[in-house]
């Protein structure tokens, strides 16, 4: 079993390689600001899916949580088209 961290899971992208990964049995942990995504309530509430949502910015979620704690760390967040402050 993998534990697998996507930032920016909740975008177009993100939202369909976490699906594969939850549907593989992966433990699977998404950081998300929801600026452009939308929430992943689809597995939020079935405890048979191993499965966490943080709605927060990545850089914050890194200070508390170092990403030497997942075997996989995939980089999908992004600001398109916008600034960041």
Known sequence: MRRV???GG???V????VNRLVNRGCDVVVVDNL???KP????????EKKFWFY???????????????F?????LAAI?????N
């Open 10 to 12: 909740a975008g177009f």
């Open 40 to 47: 992943l309530e689809k597995w939020m509430h079935k405890p």
């Open 35 to 37: 600026y452009s995504g």
């Open 55 to 69: 709605c927060m910015d990545v850089r914050n979620f890194f200070r508390e949580y170092p990403s030497d704690r």
């Open 14 to 17: 993100g939202r369909r390689f």
């Open 5 to 7: 961290l996507v930032t």
């Open 80 to 84: 398109v088209g916008g600034r960041i």
């Open 71 to 75: 075997d996989l760390v995939m980089h």
